[in-house]
């Protein structure tokens, strides 16, 4: 059964970095462009960046491109996305997924809140 | 805003009534999917390519268009198709971008 299941989300103080972690099973992780997606409370889907195979090209939303670094590790089959100087407004649930034309599965999603 | 229009926002059907959802996309040559995603849950993969069922998707749906402009259908509204759907475009710059969202409610 393929899963995607998120980690490290939770509550975090406003200009604070967080780490969030994405363990893979039930597919080649290896052979797909992965990616991370996030929601806000009560809106609609935003895709924040994606990363290939082999990390050599990783491409964000623009207005993005500077408050995440999107990472993965083949040997632990585990997809990275760091977040900086967080504001109120990165309170979102963020969704671990993969991608072959687009989005083709999700994980359940991490909830981060940013909030003093 | 990197959002793509959808009609309607909001939609309610009946049981059996036929359900349009559209959405345009923001330049030619792209791959269109949708999503579907049931309150409380992560969104699925509903239709891939255009047309293409997602594994587990009643055939009353259906996938179309062409160009800049495309469609889900559901040709006969069941209960359990209350949801809001997401269109999603692929492979241009930036590489994906989701719609606005459609949600279906039951009538």
């Known amino acids: 059964e393929m899963k995607l299941v998120e980690s490290g989300g939770g509550l975090v103080q406003p200009g604070r970095s967080l780490k969030l972690s994405c363990a893979a099973s039930?597919?080649?992780?290896?052979?797909?462009?992965m990616g991370w997606v996030r929601q806000a409370p009560g809106k609609g889907l935003e895709w924040i960046g994606e990363?290939?195979?082999?990390?050599?090209?990783?491409k964000f939303s623009p207005p993005l491109k500077d408050k995440f670094t999107i990472s993965r590790d083949n040997a632990q089959k585990t997809l990275y996305l760091q977040m900086n100087k967080l504001r109120s407004e990165d309170t979102a649930i963020y969704y671990c997924?993969?991608?072959?034309?687009?989005?083709?599965?999700w994980g359940q999603g991490v909830m981060v809140t940013v909030s003093s | 805003d990197n959002v793509l229009p959808q009609s309607p926002t909001t939609v309610a059907a009946s049981p059996g009534e036929k359900v349009t959802i559209t959405c345009h996309a923001s330049s030619s040559g792209i791959y269109m999917n949708w999503h579907q995603q049931k309150s409380g849950t992560s969104p699925k993969l509903w239709i891939f390519d255009t047309s293409k069922l997602a594994s587990g998707v009643p055939d009353r749906f259906s996938g179309s268009g062409s160009g800049t402009s495309y469609s889900l259908t559901i040709n006969t509204m069941e209960t359990e198709d209350a949801a809001t759907y997401y269109c999603q475009q692929c492979c241009t710059n930036p590489p994906i971008t989701f719609g606005a969202g459609t949600k279906l409610e039951l009538k």
């Open positions: 990363i290939n195979q082999d990390s050599s090209t990783i």
């Open positions: 997924v993969r991608e072959d034309a687009g989005v083709d599965f």
């Open positions: 039930g597919f080649s992780f290896n052979d797909y462009w």
